[in-house]
Nanobody
Framework: QVQLVESGGGLVQAGGSLRLSCAAS????????MGWFRQAPGKEREFVAA????????YYADSVKGRFTVSRDNAKTTIYLQMNSLKPEDTAVYYC?????????????????WGQGTQVTVSS
């Protein structure tokens, strides 16, 4: 059974930074695409960022390009989301996800396993 555990969320002022981590276990980590999604109250869960198995390719939602950076350490079976220049509209629960089948990077349906989420709150 795959387990994904996020950490690093919290309360930060607008313009600040946070670094989220997602530790994975239960599968060959380097075989999986990994992604970050977020869900704000009353809204659908949306794509934030993703990274290929090797880490050589990354993908971002337009709303976070230039501010967020996704990375992975296959030796530590962990992915990261560095979030800079945070805005109040970035407030949400952030989830990491892993996918081992096809389906691309941007769709929720392309991922097979999900973490429990970590809350990020950005105050204005």
């Amino acid at each position: 059974q795959v387990q994904l555990v996020e950490s690093g969320g919290g309360l930060v002022q607008a313009g600040g930074s946070l670094r989220l981590s997602c530790a994975a276990s239960g599968r060959t980590f380097s075989s999986d695409r990994m992604g970050w999604f977020r869900q704000a109250p009353g809204k659908e869960r949306e794509f934030v960022a993703a990274i290929s198995r090797s880490g050589g390719s990354t993908y971002y939602a337009d709303s976070v390009k230039g501010r967020f950076t996704v990375s992975r350490d296959n030796a530590k079976t962990t992915i990261y989301l560095q979030m800079n220049s945070l805005k109040p509209e970035d407030t949400a629960v952030y989830y990491c996800a892993s996918g081992y089948l096809g389906g691309g990077y941007y769709n929720r349906g392309a991922y097979n396993y999900w973490g429990q989420g970590t809350q990020v709150t950005v105050s204005s």
